[in-house]
């Protein structure tokens, strides 16, 4: 079976320029996350849906940064107007339902992101 | 605040050195301690969920437990397979109960 997959896998982008990054999470899966991981460090959650519905983006560092999943699958994580310090993998997860506790996050490969 | 601390930061096995990794945790509300293996360039490879204290599991040479403040990764007679960074999260009230707090890693290596 499929799991999560995101595209691209690497991405660099000059300071400045909007950069789009896309999550196909594993069929059926209701709830899917967005999560930010820095080299050495652990993800950092940054927002999540639940079909088309965006329940929390709590984590977004900015408004340069915007998600979407309109037909309750597929999500883009959009970054406008890149910085450096915007440089990181970024993870998608997928699970059944988010808010049931036992329903693990299943993550894809990442997309890294550099920023010159 | 939610918040998970993992030690040690880096640690280096012989293979058949058997060893464990510690996972400090402070949530309210605890909704599940998840252990993830991650290699390098690959995302998040889910490996336990863990609910309430005294609560074990295991697969192949992996036993993960869980007490009221921490959780510990057991891993026996290692192998050079098992290297990875090996990480922990909690799910809990703060977090409406979806995102995931992480630590931030321990780095295992094995050597034959």
């Known amino acids: 079976g499929a799991g999560v997959s995101q595209s691209p896998r690497y991405k660099v982008a000059k300071r400045g320029q909007d950069v789009a990054l896309r999550c196909d999470p594993i069929?059926?899966?209701?709830?899917l996350f967005w999560y930010q991981q820095a080299l050495g460090q652990g993800p950092e959650f940054l927002t999540y849906?639940?079909?088309?519905?965006?329940?929390?983006k709590s984590g977004l560092p900015s408004d340069r940064f915007f998600a979407e999943r309109p037909e309750g699958s597929v999500s883009t994580l959009k970054i406008q107007r890149t910085q450096q310090e915007d440089s990181a993998v970024y993870l998608c997860?997928?699970?059944?339902?988010?808010?049931?506790?036992?329903?693990?996050?299943?993550f894809g490969p990442g997309t890294r992101l550099t920023v010159t | 605040e939610d918040q998970v601390t993992q030690s040690p930061e880096a640690l280096r096995l012989q293979e058949g050195e058997s060893s464990s990794l510690n996972c400090s945790y402070t949530?309210?509300?605890?909704?599940?301690l998840f252990w993830y293996r991650q290699d390098p360039g690959k995302g998040p490879e889910f490996l336990f969920t863990?609910?309430?204290a005294g609560e074990e599991k295991e697969k192949e040479r992996l036993k993960a437990t869980l007490t009221k403040k921490e959780s510990f990764l057991h891993i026996t007679a290692p192998k050079p397979e098992d290297s990875a960074t090996y990480l922990c999260?909690?799910?809990?009230?703060?977090?409406?109960?979806?995102?995931?707090?992480f630590g931030a890693g321990t780095r295992l290596a094995v050597h034959p």
């Open positions: 997860a997928s699970s059944l339902v988010g808010t049931v506790p036992s329903y693990e996050q299943y």
């Open positions: 949530v309210s509300g605890l909704r599940g």
């Open positions: 863990l609910y309430s």
């Open positions: 069929s059926g899966h209701v709830s």
């Open positions: 999260a909690v799910r809990g009230r703060s977090g409406g109960y979806n995102k995931l707090i």
């Open positions: 849906f639940q079909n088309e519905a965006q329940l929390d």
